[in-house]
């Protein structure tokens, strides 16, 4: 007997739309990163991007626990001195709430050429409207 490794060309990829009303982002990003690395599938192999596309609807209806919207901040650094700037969730969330789903969701994948390519297959947009309905993503619901 021997162990059959699957190959790139084998790989099944799916649709999945997440709909981000009411959920909490670290459980919604948790559930969207394990979809895109592929962990979902019985035949789940690290060293190939076996992951599934990711919709995300509703990016500026989620929700975050504690006192994350005012204590928690995003910084960005020019490379110039003095070039840091930061803005807290709460900005981030009123002025571009796709970008804190995709912070959240990039964040937990891994940090190479292979989570750069699943990073690629999410798709996040803060209304209920989609460009992506000739795929047919399944809706999938959150275990929490």
Do not use: C
């Not at 990829?13 to 959920?23: E, I």
């Not at 928690?72 to 981030?92: A, E, L």
Request: glycine residues 8%.
């Amino acid at each position: 007997m021997s162990t059959r490794s699957v190959k790139a060309k084998e790989i099944k990829q799916k649709w999945y739309l997440l709909d981000a009303k009411g959920a909490v982002l670290g459980r919604l990003a948790t559930e969207a990163a394990s979809l895109l690395i592929g962990k979902t599938k019985p035949n789940y192999v690290p060293y190939l991007d076996g992951g599934d596309f990711v919709v995300v609807i509703n990016a500026d209806k989620v929700r975050v626990t504690g006192k994350k919207m005012d204590q928690k901040f995003y910084h960005r650094y020019s490379g110039y001195p003095g070039g840091m700037k930061s803005i807290s969730m709460r900005d981030q969330m009123q002025k571009h709430p796709t970008r804190v789903v995709e912070d959240a969701i990039v964040g937990m994948l891994p940090k190479s050429k292979l989570g750069r390519a699943m990073a690629k297959k999410l798709k996040v947009y803060a209304s209920e409207t989609h460009p992506h309905a000739p795929q047919k993503p399944e809706p999938y619901t959150l275990k929490a």
